[in-house]
Nanobody, 119 residues
Framework: DVQLVESGGGLVRPGDSLKLSCAAS????????MNWIRQGPGQELQWVSS????????HYDDAVKGRFTISRDNAKDTLYLQLNNLKTEDTAMYYC?????????????RGQGTQVTVS
């Protein structure tokens, strides 16, 4: 079974930084592009960032571009998201997600999430 386990969230002040991790298992992680998505209080699920299988190609939502950095370590089956210069509007549950290759903005699996609160 696919398992995605996020960690690294917390309560921080505006301008602070956090690094989120996602440990993957149950599928060939190095062969898959991966995403970070988030859901703020009372909001819909929002795509944040994506990375290709090799880590060479990354994409970001405009709201986080220049502040967040997605990366991966295929030797450790781990996905990361570095969050810098955090803003109150970044408060959300953050999930790593395995994208559905047959349907955009759709996911085959996601983890239980890690909470980021900026206040």
């Amino acid at each position: 079974d696919v398992q995605l386990v996020e960690s690294g969230g917390g309560l921080v002040r505006p301008g602070d930084s956090l690094k989120l991790s996602c440990a993957a298992s149950g599928f060939p992680f190095p062969s898959w592009a991966m995403n970070w998505i988030r859901q703020g209080p009372g909001q819909e699920l929002q795509w944040v960032s994506s990375i290709d299988s090799t880590g060479d190609i990354t994409h970001y939502d405009d709201a986080v571009k220049g502040r967040f950095t997605i990366s991966r370590d295929n030797a450790k089956d781990t996905l990361y998201l570095q969050l810098n210069n955090l803003k109150t509007e970044d408060t959300a549950m953050y999930y790593c997600a395995q994208p559905n290759p047959r349907k955009s903005n759709s996911y085959l699996a996601r983890g239980q999430g890690t909470q980021v609160t900026v206040s």
